[in-house]
Every structure is written in structure tokens, then in C-alpha cells.
């Protein structure tokens, strides 16, 4: 009997690795990691001066200014990969940072508030989870109406910019780590930390569970039939992803607020659009089913460059970068759109 | 064949119903180990609703399902296959942007401490595909590959779960010859190791080839079981058509419409190698004015698919087609209309109402799309329309104002009817065009279709009833295997019997004519 | 069944029945609690009153309104009108800023017609990626959603443009026949897109795309260039509505000009009773949900009610309608119907056995 088709493990072991990296499913994510380069080598041709323009400070920076984003971003990648989207994340931002604002002055440990605060944001994203599974809404609908919900709610509780004056909260801002000098310097601080952490159980969830695979399995646009049909729960996997993207919006509300040290009702409008965007450049398929959480971070660090570089291009003015981030986005959305229209 | 075991699989009085149709009435049904059982039936007999019972998808209205000797009653997918029955689905059914590895493996993934490893998931999956002489990267996404591959990693995931009865639902559909024999030594394969295997597909030789029993079904109930070297081709078919032998000799002298004299001149639509690959072979084709050309076939044949590349409702990818004898091109279905050809779609849910226009919106819609967007038919010309059609028609309730979606099926289907007919095409492509309706409606339809040619429309004519085409039809194509075949002129000596016959002919045996 | 009676079930049934009805309760509420607040005074000929300041406010969302309808119809949905209009206005008025006639008229019209002209290559511009590139609408109109933007603030370089020209000022604060101009501007665009879409077959062939894409592709529909129409439509309208909004100001902050104004525009159109899902719209309705959703801010004034808080209520409404909307609910109340009357036909075939 002859044997079916394809490389096979007689094939030489380069071939096999050259197959595998010009795989469609990493083509967007090569996309984006090629674009983190390229402007890397820019940066490098144009800044990079004596003490160079890649340095463990920049890295650090974008770390510390897109941390909040970070997290949005991973839950977001969640949200998107099953073909969804998640539209209440910036007022979930805005909602939680006034309710740390809030509480802590009423003397409740920072602990509970914080807990408070994350749980927000997963109660948010039930109510898109619910209303998208059981009441089978159109996900950016539900979410939309979930985001006039967490504004609404947030100018309740106040329509001014409250500063948090909490001692613990203002240590744990403070709270940082530095190794090297001057432009070597590397500054570690809690945020960062907390992005990093979520980065890697977002990575194992998605990529080493029984969930994380539905996940994808539920994106391919069949309401989730193959994967039922496969004994798996593509129901209950629709409920979870919008309480994970709550959730890391509650944390990511955290996150703004520590580095803002303030809680105000007008933050966070259009940040949810900053976030489907960096998940958008790191390669994730707007229409669902593939996408990496890694290449999400790439994304978000192309976000944070086009800024780094726009700014020291002396285009210091804030349209460049929602221009430039713009037409990135068409790019990645018109090279994924003939990406997948291939695959049928 | 083991006769002597006990049956693996024991469904009896199998009954489930859907809003308003019996999809399964008291239908049984038994599988032994180590044996290729084919279910058979038209298009809507039961089959997929019989195999989604026993899968877990569906749960049936009354009867006792025995796996093993053990009553058991599925509330999900997961729990049949827990009992070992596997599917590979008659659309591919796995996940197609995930690797060959999970889908294999998936539900059943080696996993070291809460998570997947990924090392041993790949190792097992090349194990299950090795036993099924697939080499393939299992690392590789799954889309990447050919369909045939696809086929094999769904029946070597179904092979994991040790499956004792693995069913096919129409695994060959989208194969090549080839690839076929290689699916039927894996099958057979398997059939050694003393898995049950139930197996469906329309393509009758590859029935005969592979299978040891048949069940038959239609309209829901069960025909019979038989075994394959038992039953002859020709039985097969009218068992699955519905009609005894006999009885299809027995029907009485119809009014052949037979051609007053022979067509000459350049036909109205001709067709030459137009075939679309996957759907229907390259074929010719002749329609001259006011003529009737019937094509039948058993459902799935692809005289569905003949019909819509002459429409240009899908896009053929060889061949030609000329109307009046000019070549034309059909990139879309407005075109066609504008060349005066009609299309009405067998489906009429999802390719014919549409359901929140009202019936007068729904009548005018083709005319209106012909005369194009800011050209709006007048007012009084469509009140006309509507009325004439209406009238004509017998459409009840003879309300044009009520939304589409309101009416029978039957008078929604004289409302497509009317539909196409307003455009006064030249051109007329009439797939089922009786199905679901009344038999005083029937009659209506088929004697309008006559009416019509006379008046010099060519009509092609598609049934699953074939009295029907006989009636009406002046010449008979015959549609077998997705190859639109023979060319029949239809007279007093052409009955539903010889078209039965002509439609289980191996086409190895070529046409006698 | 007697005639009145049929009438009050048709009236009841009707799409609109229930919008009119909320917006009359909460026009009577707030009569009731702010005595006055339906009164209309006349000054200089001119109408003045809290209605009257509601209709002027309901002239923006309804102009956004009236193009997303068209686009909702086919399926659709256009994220990118706020920006449009931010595009239209900073285009008007820097052409405005940079002319030496900004106060002739001409020059006026020709800001306008420019500001509309962009505004209408943008709606293309959506609509070329929506049906030849064939992008989900979302992901489609929300690229310039966030690129349009930036590119307002390009063409004002940051600053908030203001400039002097009384005739273009006319256009948002001026009167016509007693009426504020924005009134008249978007009861005129409301006619004419009425007579657009309802005097040729486009209202029926983009209903015809929404409810069913096959059929209405095999019926002969050129879905393509009817959807592209909508889009285009579209953004000729937000143009429009950038331009009427920003006139009274004469100050084009790109920042915020139309700012989450498209989910006022999605909100009106729902509330006017067309699906999200597509198909059937109802241009009619969706001049009463702008109206709602104008009331709903007043009101909220009105009754003390921090105004703040209007999100919320807004999120109530998306949430209520859509749920009502929902087929899951409808297909149970369905199920319960059914249930219902096949139960009534076995009590009447039971009651009739005997006899």
C-alpha cells in the first residue's frame, strides 16, 4: 500500500523546520515580529547615538508604559481567537481604578479592595459571557452595552478625578527594582510584574490546555459544532473567555491606576480599541481562530514603539501615532484577510 | 461475516420527531462486529438523523438504543463515544486551524500535570495515523492538508477512543478515485480487527464494494436489512425511491409529451464540458426552444450542481455555455436573468423565500434586480404582476401585503414560481419544484410547465419524482455519480422502470441504448 | 372581530407603537415634573423651548442615524461615522480658516461641500473594504475609526481650529421657518434619503441582502454594489452631521468632535426597531429613537438626575432591547405559543368528541 501524501519523517529534519516556519498559522505572527524588528533597526539607524537605541532602559520603559495594555491585550487575545470581541474594557479600566479611589479611604485593606477590584471586572465580563452564550447576542453588542454600563457606573461613583493617597497603594507604585546603570538600567516594578506573570498563564492556558484549545477550536466559525461533535465544551468556553478579558480588564484597571495613581470616570475611553489593536498587529485573526498569546506581547510592544518613535521623531503630536497605528492596522487586517481567504 | 456473535450496535423503534415532521418513525436497526453495514436512503430518508441518535447529538422521542448488551440512553457526543462509538461526519468535522496532533488527539491529550505535553500528544498521534499508513507531520495545521488526509486523521482520531463501531458518513464525497481505495483498505483494515463499521454514501459502487449488509430507509421508516450480495442494484434503488418493481410497470399510460418534430436550428442554451470540480463532471447539454428536458438522478447525483452552473449561480471552472447560439458568460446570477434564464432552487428556505419581505416584494424582487437598482418597477405594473400571478397561480392566502414567511410551503413555493416566471424568462431551471407541495398544486405546477413550452419557453426539468419528469419532459438525461449521463427520448417504452434502471447501471457497463 | 378593535391590535402591533410610546412617557414625565417644559415661546419669529432644543439635539444623531440604518439593513455595521464627522468639520473649517472670503456665502457652500465630499470618499473607502476586500464590517470601519481620528487632528495640526464665517455658522445655529437649522438640515436629509431608498428598489434590495444573502444573491441581487452604496451613504451623512454639529461653535476640536457618537447612531436605530441582525429597517423609527435618545439627556436633566449617569440608562436600553430582540427568547415564547394553542385545539377536539 502506498503511503498518503505530505513531508514525512524521512524527509530531512531542515526541511521539516523550513515547513514549519512558513507555516500560514505563524505568518502573521513572523508579520509582526518582522515589524518589532524593522522599527528596532530604524530606531537603532536614526537614535541610536552613542549609547544605542535598543537598551535594556527602552525595553524597561515600554514595560512599565504598556503594562496596563499588556493585560488588557492578553485577555482580549482570548476574546478574539473565538471570534469575538470584548468592547467594555476601557470603561472596566475606568470603573475599577474610581473604585480603588473609593474604597481605599474608607479604610478597607488594599488587599479586599484590590480583590474587589479584579472581581469587578470578571462580574463585567460574565454579563457579556452570558448574554453572548445563553441569549446568543452578537458579542460586540453585548459588550457594548456592558461598556455604557461600566461608564455609567463609574460616573456614579464619581464624575471627578480622585487621587489615591493610600499609603500601601502609593508604596506598592513605588515599589521597583533596578538592576544596571544609566541607560543599561533595568527597572522592574510591581505592574510589570503582575503583566509578565498573566503573560505566562495566559501562555500555558491557551497553549497547553484542554481549555486554551477549544478556545481556538470554537474560533473556526461553525458556532462551536466540530468541537461539541469532538466531546468538547465549546459552550462553557464562550462563557469564560469574556470573564477572563473582564477579569484582566479589572487587573489591568489596577494596573492604570497604579500608574496613575488616580481614578478617573474619563479614562480608558478608546482603549479598548488600543488593545484589539495591539492583538490585531501581534498577528491574532480578527475573525477568529488563530492567534498567539506571544505574538499578542510583540504586538503590544510595536504599540509602544510606534509611540517611543513617533515621539522622538518630533512628531511629538498624538494623531501621527493613531494614524500610524491605523494604517499598521490595515495592513495586518488586509494581509490576514488574504491569508485566510487561501486557506478556503 | 460473523453471523453467529451477537449484534454490537441494537437500536429498536427508533421514533423522533422536529417541529412538524417525523424525522425517524419506529425505525430499527443492528450492527455486528466485523462487518461494513451501509445505510441507505435518498436525501432525507433518516440516515444523518439515525446516525446523530446514535452519536449522542440527538435524543430520540421512543426506542431502546443496546450497546454491548447494555441499554444506554446519550445525553451528549461525549458519552457515546465513552460507550465507543466514533463518527467521522459527512463534512469534515474536525478543527481545522488546530494542528493534526490535536485533532487526533483532543479530549484524549497526554498531559503532564494540568498540562498538555505536547511531545507525547505528537508521538501518540503519529502512532494512530501510522497504524492507518498515514505519514503526515503531525505538527502540521490541519487545513494544510488534503482532504483525503483530513478523512484519515478524523478516522484515526475515532480509533483513539477504541472505538468498537465507527461510523462514516459520507467519507467519499469529496475523494478521488484513489484516495477512495486507499480509505477502503484502511476500512477494511479495521473491519479485521472486528470493528463495526457503518458506513453511508450516495456512490452506489462504492456501496457494493466495500459493504456486507445494507439497511434501507425512506421518509423516516425503515425498508429492510439485507445482505449486500442479496440485494441487487436495481431492488436497491427503487427499495430506496419507494416504488415495488411491479408496481413502477403498473402505472398507467401517462400523456407522454413527446416532441412534435425534431429540433433543428441553434438551441436555445447549450453547454459544452461545463463541469465544476468536486460537483459535477464536465458535460453537454442541449435545450431548444420549447422544449422539456428532464435530468434525474438520486438526490446528491449533481443535477443540483448541473442546474446552477447553467444559472451562474456557482461559477463553473471548465466548459461552455452558449445561449442562441452566442457564448456567454455568467459570473453571477443577475446575469443569467438578464439572459432571460430562471433558476428555482430546490432549497427553498434557504435559497428561494425570503421570509420578512412580503409575497408582492418577494414576486417583483427578480423583475426588480433585472431592471436594476434605481429603475423601480412602477407601482401598477407590479399590482399586475402580483394579481396575474396570483390569480394564475391559485396562491392563497390571496393576500400580497402578508410576509413570505407566513405561508405554506407549498404556496411559498408558487410564490418563487411566480417569482421567476414574472421575469417571462426564455430559459426555465426548475429544481424540485413540486417538493413539499400539495398533489392538487403538483398538478397546477406541471401543467403550467407544459403551457409554457408551448408557448416556446425552454424548460429543464429536475425531480426526484420521476413520473413526474415523464410527464412532462420530451428527453430524459440521466445523472449518476455526479456524471450527467445517457440522453433518453422519452415515449410510450420509457417508464419509471427504465429510468431506475438506467440510474443503477454501473457506468462501467457504458449506456445501452 | 369588530373594526376599532382590529384597529387598536394594528396600532398595538405596529414597529413603532412602543418607541412612540416611551418617548411619550418621558416627554409627560418631564412635563409633569418641570412645568413649562413642553411649552414652545415664540421670539423674533423664531420657536424657542425645550422640545424645540430637543429636536435640535436629535438633528446629529439622526443624520448618523439615518446612513447606519441602511448599513445595519445589509448586516452591517459603520464604527467609523464619529470620526467621519470630526474628518468633515476640520476639513470645512480649515479650508474656511484659510480662505480670505469666509464670510461670502460661496465660500460657505464650498466649505460645506467639501467637508461633505471627503466625508463621502471615506464612506467608499469603508465600503471598498467591506464588499471587494470583503473584511468584517466591524473590523473594517474600525480601522478608520481609529486612524480618522488622527487624521482630523492632522488636518487641524492639534489645535482646535476656530474661525469666523456667519454663513456657515448659519447651518448650526441660524433659523428657517421659525425652526433651527439643524432641524430643517436633518428633516431634509431624512426626506431625501426616504425618497432614496423607498422610491427606488435599494430599500428592498438591502433588506432583501440582510434577511437572506443566497436567495437574495440568486434572485438577481447585486448585493456588492448595493451594500457599497450604504457605506457610502453613510459617510456622506456623518459628513453632514460633523459639519451641522460643529457649526455653532465654528470649532473643530478633533479630539472630541463625534466622539462615541456611531453608538448613539447603532442606539437610535435599535431603538426605532430595526434588528441588529439585519433585514427589515424603519427609517421613521429611527427619527423617534433619536428623539429618545435626546429626551432620555434632557430628561435626565430634568429630574435632577446626575446627567453623568446617562451611560447607564443607555446600557439599560441595549441591554433590554437586545435581550428582547434575542432569538433565543423569541423562539421559547414561540415554543410556548405552540405549546399553547395545540393544547387549546386538544381541549376543543375533546369537548367536540362527545357532541
New interface residues.
Given amino acids: 500500500m502506498t503511503t498518503l501524501t505530505s513531508p514525512t519523517s524521512t524527509t530531512p529534519r531542515w526541511r521539516t523546520a523550513l515547513r514549519r516556519a512558513t507555516d500560514r498559522r505563524y505568518m502573521p505572527v513572523a508579520g509582526s515580529v518582522l515589524t518589532l524588528v524593522l522599527m528596532l533597526v530604524v530606531g537603532e539607524m536614526r537614535y541610536g547615538g552613542s549609547s544605542g537605541f535598543l537598551t535594556p532602559r527602552l525595553v524597561s520603559n515600554l514595560l512599565v508604559d504598556n503594562s496596563y495594555l499588556l493585560v488588557l491585550a492578553i485577555g482580549m487575545t482570548f476574546v478574539i481567537i473565538t471570534g469575538g470581541i470584548d468592547l467594555s474594557v476601557g470603561a472596566v479600566v475606568a470603573l475599577t481604578g474610581l473604585v480603588i479611589a473609593t474604597l481605599l479611604p474608607m479604610g478597607l485593606p488594599l488587599p479586599v479592595v484590590l480583590l474587589v477590584a479584579v472581581l469587578i471586572g470578571s462580574a463585567m465580563g460574565l454579563i457579556i459571557g452570558v448574554m453572548v452564550q445563553v441569549f446568543d447576542i452578537q458579542p460586540f453588542i453585548a459588550s457594548l452595552g456592558v461598556m455604557f454600563l461600566a461608564r455609567g457606573l463609574a460616573n456614579v461613583v464619581s464624575v471627578n478625578s480622585l487621587a489615591i493617597t493610600d499609603e500601601g497603594f502609593a508604596s506598592l507604585a513605588a515599589w521597583n527594582v533596578t538592576f544596571g546603570e544609566k541607560a543599561n538600567q533595568f527597572r522592574l516594578n510591581a505592574a510589570m510584574l503582575v503583566a509578565l506573570v498573566l503573560l505566562i498563564v495566559g501562555f500555558y492556558l491557551l497553549h497547553y490546555t484542554r481549555f486554551g484549545r477549544t478556545v481556538y477550536g470554537v474560533g473556526v466559525g461553525d458556532a462551536g459544532n466540530a468541537i461539541d461533535l469532538m466531546g468538547l465544551r465549546a459552550g462553557r468556553t464562550v462563557l469564560w473567555v469574556y470573564v477572563i478579558s473582564g477579569t484582566c480588564a479589572g487587573i489591568a484597571g489596577i494596573l492604570f491606576a497604579l500608574y496613575t495613581k488616580s481614578g478617573y470616570n474619563l479614562t480608558g475611553i478608546g482603549m479598548e480599541l488600543d488593545a484589539i489593536a495591539a492583538v490585531v498587529i501581534g498577528g491574532t485573526i480578527l475573525t477568529g481562530g488563530g492567534g498567539y498569546i506571544l505574538g499578542t506581547a510583540v504586538g503590544v510592544m510595536v504599540y509602544g514603539l510606534i509611540q517611543v518613535l513617533i515621539s522622538r521623531e518630533g512628531l511629538g503630536e498624538a494623531w501621527w501615532t493613531k494614524i500610524f497605528i491605523g494604517a499598521v492596522l490595515l495592513v495586518f487586517v488586509i494581509v490576514q484577510r488574504f491569508l485566510t481567504a487561501r486557506r478556503r | 461475516m460473523s453471523q453467529a456473535t451477537s449484534p454490537v450496535v441494537e437500536m429498536t423503534g427508533i421514533t423522533i420527531e422536529f417541529p412538524g415532521v417525523k424525522a425517524l418513525d419506529g425505525v430499527d436497526f443492528r450492527l455486528f462486529p466485523g462487518e461494513v453495514h451501509a445505510l441507505m436512503g435518498e436525501n432525507g430518508a433518516g440516515k444523518s438523523t439515525l446516525i446523530k441518535v446514535l452519536t449522542g447529538v440527538y435524543q430520540a422521542g421512543a426506542g431502546r438504543i443496546v450497546v454491548d448488551g447494555v441499554e444506554r440512553t446519550f445525553s451528549g457526543t461525549d458519552e457515546a463515544q465513552e460507550a465507543g462509538i466514533s463518527t467521522v461526519y459527512q463534512e469534515v468535522n474536525l478543527v481545522g486551524n488546530l494542528s493534526v496532533a490535536e485533532n487526533v488527539m483532543l479530549g484524549h491529550e497526554p498531559r503532564t500535570g494540568p498540562f498538555i505535553s505536547w511531545r507525547a500528544m505528537r508521538r501518540a498521534a503519529r502512532e494512530y495515523l501510522a497504524r492507518l499508513h498515514v505519514d503526515v507531520d503531525p505538527g502540521a495545521e490541519l487545513s494544510s492538508l488534503s482532504v483525503a488526509v483530513q478523512q484519515l486523521c478524523a478516522i484515526a482520531r475515532a480509533t483513539v477512543v477504541d472505538a468498537k463501531v465507527l461510523i462514516l458518513d459520507e467519507p467519499t464525497s469529496s475523494l478521488q478515485k484513489n484516495e477512495v481505495d486507499e480509505l477502503f483498505a484502511v476500512v477494511r483494515e479495521l473491519k479485521e480487527r472486528g470493528v463495526a463499521i457503518l458506513f453511508v454514501s450516495h456512490f452506489l459502487d462504492q456501496v457494493y464494494e466495500i459493504s456486507d449488509r445494507m439497511t434501507v430507509l425512506r421518509n423516516g421508516r425503515l425498508v429492510g436489512e439485507y445482505l449486500t450480495p442479496e440485494l441487487p442494484r436495481l431492488e436497491l434503488v427503487s427499495k430506496m425511491i419507494g416504488r415495488a418493481e411491479g408496481e413502477l410497470g403498473s402505472i398507467e399510460a401517462r400523456a407522454h409529451r413527446v416532441a412534435e418534430s425534431a429540433h433543428d436550428g441553434t438551441p436555445r442554451v447549450r453547454a459544452v464540458g461545463l463541469g465544476k470540480h468536486g460537483r459535477v463532471e464536465p458535460f453537454d447539454l442541449e435545450l431548444f426552444p420549447g422544449q422539456i428536458v428532464g435530468l434525474v438522478g438520486l438526490l446528491g447525483s449533481g443535477r443540483t450542481e448541473a442546474a446552477r452552473l447553467i444559472y451562474g449561480a456557482d461559477r463553473p471552472d471548465s466548459g461552455e455555455l452558449e445561449l442562441d447560439g452566442k457564448r456567454v458568460r455568467l459570473p453571477h446570477p443577475n446575469a443569467a436573468l438578464r439572459h432571460d434564464v430562471a433558476f428555482s432552487s430546490e432549497d427553498r428556505k434557504r435559497e428561494g423565500i425570503i421570509g420578512d419581505l412580503t409575497v408582492r416584494e418577494n414576486i417583483a424582487l427578480a423583475v426588480q434586480t433585472v431592471r436594476g437598482v434605481w429603475r423601480r418597477v412602477p407601482k401598477k405594473e407590479i399590482d399586475e404582476i402580483v394579481d396575474r400571478f396570483m390569480e394564475a397561480l391559485n396562491i392563497h392566502p390571496r393576500n400580497p401585503a402578508m410576509l413570505l414567511k407566513n405561508l405554506s410551503g407549498g404556496n411559498q413555493q408558487k410564490v418563487l414560481l411566480a417569482r421567476w416566471l414574472a421575469t417571462s424568462p426564455k430559459v426555465l431551471v426548475l429544481d424540485e419544484p413540486t417538493r413539499g407541495i400539495d398533489v392538487g398544486a403538483k398538478a397546477e405546477v406541471q401543467r403550467l410547465v407544459i403551457e409554457l413550452a408551448d408557448r416556446g419557453m425552454s424548460v429543464l426539468f429536475i425531480s426526484s419524482e420521476f413520473e413526474e419528469v415523464l410527464r412532462v419532459s420530451e428527453r430524459v438525461r440521466i445523472v449518476r455519480d455526479r456524471v450527467v449521463a445517457d440522453e433518453l427520448v422519452n415515449g410510450p417504452e420509457l417508464t419509471s422502470q427504465v429510468l431506475v434502471e438506467r440510474i443503477a447501471q454501473t457506468p462501467e457497463k457504458g449506456a445501452v441504448a | 372581530m369588530t373594526a376599532p378593535t382590529e384597529l387598536a391590535r394594528r396600532v398595538v402591533h405596529h414597529k413603532l407603537f412602543w418607541p412612540v410610546v416611551a418617548l411619550l412617557v418621558l416627554l409627560l414625565a418631564a412635563g409633569v415634573r418641570s412645568p413649562g417644559f413642553l411649552s414652545v415661546t415664540v421670539q423674533d419669529g423664531h420657536l424657542f423651548g425645550q422640545v424645540i432644543d430637543i429636536m435640535r439635539g436629535a438633528a446629529t444623531p439622526l443624520l448618523l442615524a439615518l446612513g447606519m440604518a441602511l448599513v445595519i439593513a445589509t448586516g452591517g455595521?459603520d464604527l467609523s461615522v464619529g470620526a467621519v464627522m470630526a474628518i468633515s468639520l476640520a476639513v470645512s473649517l480649515q479650508f474656511l480658516d484659510n480662505s480670505a472670503t469666509a464670510d461670502q456665502p460661496s465660500t460657505a457652500v464650498v466649505a460645506v461641500l467639501l467637508g461633505v465630499a471627503v466625508a463621502l470618499v471615506l464612506g467608499a473607502f469603508n465600503g471598498f473594504m467591506v464588499t471587494v476586500?470583503?473584511?468584517?464590517p466591524?473590523?473594517?470601519t474600525?480601522?478608520?475609526?481609529?486612524?480618522?481620528?488622527?487624521?482630523?487632528?492632522?488636518i487641524t495640526?492639534?489645535q482646535i481650529t476656530t474661525t469666523t464665517s456667519p454663513p456657515f455658522k448659519t447651518i448650526g445655529s441660524g433659523f428657517f421657518l421659525g425652526l433651527p437649522m439643524p432641524v430643517i438640515i436633518a428633516a431634509v436629509a431624512f426626506v431625501v434619503v426616504v425618497i432614496v431608498v423607498r422610491?427606488?428598489?435599494?430599500g428592498?434590495?438591502l433588506?432583501?441582502i440582510g434577511?437572506?444573502r443566497?436567495?437574495?444573491?440568486?434572485?438577481?441581487?447585486?448585493s456588492r454594489?448595493?451594500t457599497w452604496?450604504a457605506y457610502a451613504a453613510s459617510g456622506l451623512l456623518a459628513g453632514l452631521a460633523g459639519i451641522v454639529y460643529g457649526a455653532p461653535t465654528m470649532a473643530a476640536d478633533?479630539n472630541n468632535i463625534g466622539?462615541?457618537k456611531e453608538?448613539d447612531a447603532?442606539l437610535c436605530v435599535v431603538l426605532g426597531g430595526t434588528s441588529?441582525?439585519g433585514?427589515?429597517f424603519y427609517l421613521g423609527g429611527t427619527v423617534v429613537g433619536a428623539l429618545i435618545l435626546t429626551t432620555i439627556e434632557r430628561v435626565v436633566i430634568i429630574f435632577h438626575i446626575?446627567s453623568?449617569?446617562?451611560?447607564?440608562?443607555?446600557?439599560?436600553v441595549?441591554?433590554a432591547v437586545?435581550?428582547a430582540q434575542?432569538?433565543?427568547?423569541l423562539r421559547r415564547l414561540d415554543l410556548r405559543r405552540?405549546r399553547r394553542a395545540s393544547r387549546r385545539r386538544a381541549e376543543l377536539a375533546s369537548q367536540e368528541v362527545p357532541a
Avoid: H, W
Wanted: aromatic share 4%; hydrophobic share 60%.
Fill in positions: 455595521i476586500l470583503g473584511i468584517q466591524f473590523i473594517a474600525m480601522i478608520l475609526m481609529v486612524a480618522g481620528r488622527g487624521i482630523a487632528m492632522l495640526k492639534g422610491r427606488t428598489a435599494l428592498m434590495l433588506e432583501s434577511i437572506n443566497e436567495a437574495a444573491r440568486l434572485a438577481g441581487v447585486r454594489n448595493v452604496f478633533a466622539l462615541m453608538m447603532i441588529l441582525m433585514g427589515k446626575p453623568q449617569t446617562t451611560p447607564l440608562f443607555k446600557a439599560i441595549i441591554i437586545c435581550i434575542s432569538p433565543v427568547l405552540l
